[in-house]
């Protein structure tokens, strides 16, 4: 017996547990579900089981307090945490090795809310009947753009998806991550939804059109729900949900953050090894889907680091994935496209994966090395040299149009590709030397016209494909550049070509800007340039004849520009071709005595130049003065730094970086900036 001086302590009563184990060691609410939410939400259902717990001894409970290290074990889940890389001679190897997978692991337990959080954005996605109109018209109408969802894999996931949330039955961890993939799915669809639709579809808006905030919602919880699964390991549908991310916010005008939701995809498929050769995703199929996916992430990365003058993300030196196979996927067993096979609908993708691969030549192309221009452009032309007759950039061949869906609009995808990259090639040089002027107009007339083709060979609804906004204002702005500033370097009937191309285009981006804000502004932008290009032209006119170009240099626009681009063999030598610039640009001083330096004048010596086409009022009456700032300190006034811009001296000097954000995130600035070589 105890005596009154010792009374005995009283035991708490142990209450019986009934939640799953995990869920009480991690001091979650359990739905008591077999297996529960929150291990389901894990991928960790293996690990969901319920027991009676036994009272345990009060010395237990105190020694387990006093040591952390037994009751956090590492496993290889724990690497996660840490961050490490699977693979390679790392701590994750070995955790690999010791197969502790099976251990429970802190470091990755989500918290309660995220649970429902997830459970809330399962909620917008829209009922079945809805969801399967959405999917079909995605299919149809916007994968054809870059093939980045395979059609049997995803409905796989889908009908795996739905099974289970009626049943509650566990499924493999990319199934989590999915319904971020399908409500993107959904919000692209509702971008390029044709009209046949809309009255189906506007249930989902009380009756009213307004699909375009309903694209919104879907989109932006979308990234809500990737980004609330960011502690989980990556999967493919979360790489496929990022990209088309990126592809969504391009629609929408938003070029800035496009780039960076690409950014993410790039990192996202980085984790998952797609740009390595040793990654296995399951099946051929599966694998082969990864492969194109990387695809697109490098193609993007390439051709917007043009565009918004950006720099790469994607180090070639890490990159030992295979390209993948030109074939059928719907098709088993896999066969490869033959050389006289008509294209896939894939094989534009895998030319434009080619191209991109150019595109990190021309970012180390010396800029006063003429003969590795010369060399640069040779090597473009003989790639195209070989792209399938249906695909070809001089004439295509037209037979498959008819059996093949969207291959028109592929292989103007596809032309329009190839013309930038020459503009982009001879971009640095525009003010420095009289043929890459020539060659920029000639070829920037072609992306204008192969935009126009693309315009009538599509529907209403896919008009807000970004290249009929990027690839039609770019190449505009830099012809415009041209014709304002040095108009006598070029022969009149391509300086009247050129001119009946900018006011096509202008109309286009104003037709375009109905449902495309991005494209009203450029519109506006690009009207005032064409009326500051007529009046250069008219003065040029009234004060002396164009200049005479020889016919090597000058043949009609209507067989895409000069001989350069057929393949002729009557190139301009690079001797002869840059001992000096043919014939100064507006605002360069002729007169000066200049030294060459390599073929090129020294720039150092000709003093200030205002090659000024467009001024900072002008610019801000039009866009409503949403741009106070740019990205970058532009230094107009001289050629300090073989730097200059189309725009008058004072356009809006921001501080370093002192982008604003605005709704059109420095689109123009970035476009209406031409570099000096």
């Known amino acids: 017996m105890s005596s009154p001086d010792h009374p005995t302590k009283k035991r708490k009563r142990q209450r019986p547990i009934i939640s799953c184990t995990e869920c009480h060691r991690r001091k979650q609410k359990c739905d008591r579900q077999q297996p529960c939410g929150n291990c389901t939400l894990r991928s960790a259902s293996h690990l969901c089981h319920y027991e009676s717990k036994s009272t345990e001894k009060e010395g237990e409970s105190a020694e387990r307090s006093k040591s952390p290290v037994e009751t956090t074990p590492l496993t290889a889940d724990t690497s996660d945490g840490f961050g490490y890389l699977n693979g390679g001679n790392t701590a994750a190897e070995v955790l690999e090795k010791l197969d502790l997978d099976a251990l429970p692991s802190p470091l990755s337990a989500p918290e309660s809310s995220e649970t429902s959080n997830y459970t809330r954005l399962l909620s917008l996605i829209p009922p079945r009947p809805y969801t399967s109109l959405l999917i079909r018209n995605f299919f149809t109408e916007c994968n054809w753009l870059y093939g980045s969802v395979q059609i049997r894999s995803f409905e796989s996931l889908l009908e795996s998806f739905y099974e289970s949330t009626a049943s509650l039955s566990p499924g493999p961890q990319q199934l989590s991550q999915f319904p971020a993939l399908l409500l993107q799915v959904c919000a692209i669809s509702l971008q390029m939804l044709p009209r046949e639709h809309f009255r ?40 496929q949900t990022w990209f088309l991310r990126a592809s969504w916010l391009k629609s929408e005008g938003r070029a800035i953050e496009s780039w960076h939701a690409l950014g993410q995809a790039i990192r996202e498929a980085q984790e998952v090894g797609l740009h390595k050769a040793t990654t296995v995703l399951g099946d051929q199929i ?159 007339t072609e992306v204008l016209r192969s935009q126009e083709r693309l315009f009538d060979g599509t529907r209403e609804h ?54 495309v804000k991005l494209s009203e502004k450029g519109a506006a932008v690009l009207k005032l340039l064409i009326k500051k290009t007529e009046s250069s032209i008219a003065q040029l006119r009234s004060t002396s004849p164009p200049a005479t170009v020889s016919t090597a240099s000058a043949s009609p626009a209507s067989t895409t520009g000069s001989t350069y681009y057929s393949g002729a063999s009557s190139h301009e030598s690079p001797a002869s071709s840059i001992s000096m610039m043919d014939t100064f640009p507006s605002g360069f001083s002729a007169g000066c005595d200049s030294t060459s330096i390599n073929g090129f004048p020294d720039f150092a010596s000709l003093g200030p130049i205002n090659t000024g086409i467009l001024s900072t009022r002008e610019l801000d009456d039009i866009l ?47 476009l209406l900036y031409v570099p000096y070589a």
């Open 200 to 239: 189906q579809i506007s249930q989902l808006c009380l009756g009213k059109d307004d699909f375009g905030m309903l694209s919104t919602r879907y989109s932006n919880a979308a990234v809500e729900m990737a980004q609330g699964l960011g502690r989980h390991k990556s999967t493919l549908p979360r790489v």
């Open 286 to 444: 599966r694998a082969e889907e990864g492969k194109r996916v990387w695809v697109n992430l490098y193609t993007w990365d390439r051709f917007m680091s043009i565009i918004l003058g950006r720099p790469t993300l994607i180090n070639d030196r890490h990159c030992t994935v295979p390209p993948p196979l030109d074939c059928d996927l719907t098709v088993s067993p896999l066969v490869p496209r033959s050389p006289l096979d008509p294209p896939t609908s894939f094989t534009e993708r895998l030319l434009d994966y080619e191209l991109a691969h150019i595109i990190n030549s021309i970012d180390e192309l010396p800029t006063n090395d003429i003969a590795a221009l010369e060399r640069l452009h040779s090597k473009l032309e003989a790639l195209s040299d070989l792209y399938p007759p249906a695909l070809a950039i001089l004439n295509r061949d037209t037979k498959h149009d008819d059996k093949i869906p969207f291959l028109a609009i592929q292989a103007e995808l596809l032309k329009g590709s190839y013309h930038c990259l020459v503009v982009g090639i001879h971009r640095p040089f525009v003010f420095t030397r009289a043929k890459s002027r020539r060659i920029i107009v000639e070829s920037g």
């Open 462 to 515: 896919h008009h807000t494909i970004y290249t009929l906004n990027f690839f039609t204002f770019d190449p505009a702005v830099l012809i415009a550049a041209v014709l304002i500033t040095s108009p006598s370097s070029l022969d009149s009937h391509t300086i009247d070509t050129a001119l009946l191309h900018l006011h096509r285009a202008q109309e286009r981006l104003s037709i375009i800007g109905r449902r």
């Open 624 to 670: 409503g003065g949403e741009i106070p700032e740019f990205g970058m300190d532009f230094n107009f006034g001289s050629m300090e730094g073989n730097m200059g811009g189309i725009m008058e001296e004072g356009v809006a000097r921001g501080e370093q970086g002192g982008n604003t954000g605005g709704p059109f995130d420095g689109f123009w600035q970035n």
